[in-house]
């Protein structure tokens, strides 16, 4: 993200509580199957506890975006930028990712065509770019 740009919050950032307290339990036991989504794993930067947050995910050119639904001042963007990595899990797949990395795409070259009708809709034009960890 370029110094001094503000991206408008995403249109569905009121339902974050209700994400948060709800539908974020439940679908952690199950959306690391879907395409499209992933389990991830991040240590909070105050307490140090794991946390584990269903995201959207994406490969892009070896790397992995995540589409910031809720924007980037989430406590799980915090926490992985902090510590400068996660991670990842898909299917039965864990990834280990470094070099977090916040862009705004207000166009949503960063994702399928058909995930960007979805986001753009939504208004969702932050992404974070992490890449997998050497070694």
């Known amino acids: 993200m370029s110094a001094g740009e503000r991206p408008r919050p995403p249109r569905i950032r009121f339902l974050r509580p209700f994400a948060n307290h709800v539908v974020n339990p439940i679908a952690s036991r199950f959306v ?10 991040h240590r909070g930067r105050k307490s140090g506890t794991i946390h ?7 490969r892009r050119d070896g790397a992995y975006v995540f589409a910031l639904t809720y924007g980037s001042d989430v406590d799980w963007v915090r926490n992985v930028m902090a510590a400068g990595r996660a991670d990842l ?3 039965r ?3 280990h990712l470094a070099a977090p990395e916040l862009l705004v795409d207000p ?6 065509v058909p995930v960007r009708l979805v986001l753009r809709l939504m208004g969702v034009t932050e992404f974070l ?3 997998p960890a050497a070694g």
């Open 32 to 41: 690391h199957h879907l395409p499209g989504f992933g389990l991830l794993s």
């Open 52 to 58: 584990r947050t269903p995201v959207n995910v994406f």
């Open 107 to 112: 166009r949503q070259r960063l994702v399928p």
């Open 93 to 95: 797949r864990t990834t």
């Open 89 to 91: 899990q898909t299917g």
């Open 129 to 131: 770019r992490m890449r």
